[in-house]
T-cell receptor, first 115, second 113 residues
Framework: TAGITQAPTSQILAAGRSMTLRCTQD?????MYWYRQDLGLGLRLIHY???????GKGEVPDGYSVSRANTDDFPLTLASAVPSQTSVYFC??????????????FGPGTRLTVL | TQLLEQSPQFLSIQEGENLTVYCNSS?????LQWYRQEPGEGPVLLVT?????EVKKLKRLTFQFGDARKDSSLHITAAQPGDTGLYLC?????????????FGKGTRLSVIA
């Protein structure tokens, strides 16, 4: 079972360029999330989606956009990258139908460096 | 403001030792989860605690949720090198499947053989 896949694994990007980080899950989970993980700051929520067609802002949404055209895919776009967006990005999903607060399943991460 | 404070930030111990790491907050959570993250990978869920005072055991790991549901602890007995990793606690304010989680910054554990 693949679970959650992310692409690319790593990327070096020039400042000002745009980039889309891809995330696909095969568990038919309703909810999906994007986090960034930075040393000393932990995991911070960027955007989330409770179901296909809806999205919401997390703690650090500025400079990022997302879309949720279907259940399986949740791409994260940086329209004009800046060095402060250098980070490791994790996509996660959870089953909104569960009664207990969501166990989140994480992808392997994308390491992004903006120069 | 960090809603979940984890301590210690770093911990290096010898194989066979016991240890406890803490996750504290001034907020009340509906549930709290513990994840372990290994280098180059995403976090993986270890346990979810829901009821105040609840204790759950997972082999050598014991998790406790505070009576007031504001804090939690993770105790590892006879630590092994395979326990090395970043331990993250995460709280949920609601008991629904799609409530965003609030993560602590983590405790980085190193177990030396």
């Amino acid at each position: 079972t693949a679970g959650i896949t992310q692409a690319p694994t790593s990327q070096i990007l020039a400042a000002g360029r745009s980039m889309t980080l891809r995330c696909t899950q095969d568990m038919r989970h309703n909810a999906m999330y994007w986090y960034r993980q930075d040393l000393g700051l932990g995991l911070r929520l960027i955007h989330y989606s409770n179901t296909a067609g809806t999205t919401g802002k997390g703690e650090v949404p500025d400079g990022y956009s997302v879309s949720r055209a279907n259940t399986d895919d949740f791409p994260l776009t940086l329209a004009s990258a800046v060095p402060s967006q250098t980070s490791v990005y994790f996509c996660a999903s959870s089953d909104a139908g569960r009664e207990v607060a969501n166990e989140q399943f994480f992808g392997p991460g994308t390491r992004l460096t903006v120069l | 403001t960090q809603l979940l404070e984890q301590s210690p930030q770093f911990l290096s111990i010898q194989e066979g030792e016991n240890l406890t790491v803490y996750c504290n907050s001034s907020s009340v959570f509906s549930s709290l989860q513990w994840y372990r993250q290994e280098p180059g990978e995403g976090p993986v869920l270890l346990v979810t605690v829901v009821t105040g005072g609840e204790v759950k055991k997972l082999k050598r790991l014991t998790f406790q949720f505070g009576d007031a549901r504001k804090d939690s602890s993770l105790h590892i007995t006879a630590a092994q090198p395979g326990d090395t990793g970043l331990y993250l606690c995460a709280g949920a304010f609601e008991n629904s499947g799609n409530t965003p989680l609030v993560f602590g910054k983590g405790t980085r554990l190193s177990v030396i053989a």
